[in-house]
């Protein structure tokens, strides 16, 4: 927090800015999880580290602050995500968002908020107090018809996103093509509370394609199975191609 609301930012070879708070996060996460747990794998976004297991399958993930944009202009939504994936599926998740002392994660199967236990909006169709969550630029991939009844936000966070999902303080979320860092501790969450992930094309988010850094293939939703299925009807993604073609 020493950092928010101070400093500057450089801008990457991909466009995305990054800032000292950024490097001091991730520089403090990879010592933490080395020293605690010196046999597994580590792929963090800030010069896109990935170091392989010593032994076993369980890699760490980390976004040291995933909404950097957010950061830089004092915004709140802004998060520190960590993720473990073993065998190439997401299988616990960690994120902390600073500003207002939420701290989501997994632990004994269930998903929590806090010291509360949550699980997914019990809604089973959409209406017009659904909350479609969205990334930053969604009118460059997306046709939103004007037959869906709810309501479209957007915190600039995937991983925030992600976890008010897993939760039920929403109950969608639209990704667009990002990385392993940004899914993998939302994405635990979702699976535990019995959600889903999902390209754009119906096929299941897969992340043991993406432990090289590469960005996802193609654009998600993710919340209960049974409204992410009605949503695509509302939804018209310009490059859509079949699962099998992934």
Same mark, same amino acid.
């Given at each position: 927090?020493?950092?928010?609301?101070?400093?500057?930012?450089?801008?990457?070879?991909?466009?995305?800015?990054?800032?000292?708070?950024?490097?001091?996060?991730?520089?403090?996460?990879?010592?933490?999880?080395?020293?605690?747990?010196?046999?597994?794998?580590?792929?963090?976004?800030?010069?896109?580290?990935?170091?392989?297991?010593?032994?076993?399958?369980?890699?760490?993930?980390?976004?040291?602050?995933?909404?950097?944009?957010?950061?830089?202009?004092? #915004?709140?939504?802004?998060?520190?995500?960590?993720?473990?994936?073993?065998?190439?599926?997401?299988?616990?998740?960690?994120?902390?968002?600073?500003?207002?002392?939420?701290?989501?994660?997994?632990?004994?199967?269930?998903?929590?908020?806090?010291?509360?236990?949550?699980?997914?909006?019990?809604?089973?169709?959409?209406?017009?107090?659904?909350?479609?969550?969205?990334?930053?630029?969604?009118?460059?991939?997306?046709?939103?018809?004007?037959?869906?009844?709810?309501?479209?936000?957007?915190?600039?966070?995937?991983?925030?996103?992600?976890?008010?999902?897993?939760?039920?303080?929403?109950?969608?979320?639209?990704?667009?093509?990002?990385?392993?860092?940004?899914?993998?501790?939302?994405?635990?969450?979702?699976?535990?509370?019995?959600?889903?992930?999902?390209?754009?094309?119906?096929?299941?988010?897969?992340?043991?394609?993406?432990?090289?850094?590469?960005?996802?293939?193609?654009? #998600?939703?993710?919340?209960?199975?049974?409204?992410?299925?009605?949503?695509? $009807?509302?939804?018209?993604?310009?490059?859509?191609?079949?699962?099998? $073609?992934?």
């Amino acid at each position: 927090m020493r950092y928010f609301l101070q400093g500057s930012y450089e801008i990457k070879r991909d466009g995305s800015p990054v800032t000292d708070a950024d490097r001091a996060v991730q520089q403090f996460l990879i010592s933490m999880i080395s020293r605690e747990f010196p046999d597994d794998g580590i792929i963090a976004e800030e010069n896109e580290i990935l170091r392989l297991p010593q032994s076993g399958s369980r890699y760490w993930t980390i976004d040291p602050i995933d909404g950097t944009a957010p950061f830089m202009v004092g #915004m709140s939504s802004w998060a520190i995500a960590i993720g473990l994936m073993d065998h190439g599926v997401p299988v616990e998740g960690y994120i902390h968002i600073p500003t207002t002392g939420d701290l989501f994660y997994t632990k004994e199967g269930k998903v929590w908020r806090n010291s509360q236990p949550m699980e997914l909006s019990p809604d089973q169709s959409l209406h017009q107090n659904t909350i479609l969550l969205t990334h930053a630029r969604p009118h460059q991939r997306y046709t939103l018809h004007p037959s869906y009844p709810g309501r479209v936000l957007g915190l600039g966070t995937a991983s925030s996103h992600l976890s008010l999902v897993a939760t039920g303080s929403a109950q969608l979320v639209l990704i667009g093509h990002d990385k392993i860092w940004d899914l993998a501790p939302g994405y635990a969450m979702l699976l535990a509370n019995g959600g889903v992930l999902r390209y754009l094309n119906g096929a299941d988010c897969d992340l043991s394609i993406l432990k090289d850094g590469s960005p996802a293939p193609y654009p #998600m939703i993710g919340g209960r199975a049974c409204l992410v299925e009605e949503m695509l $009807s509302h939804l018209d993604y310009w490059a859509i191609k079949k699962p099998n $073609s992934i």
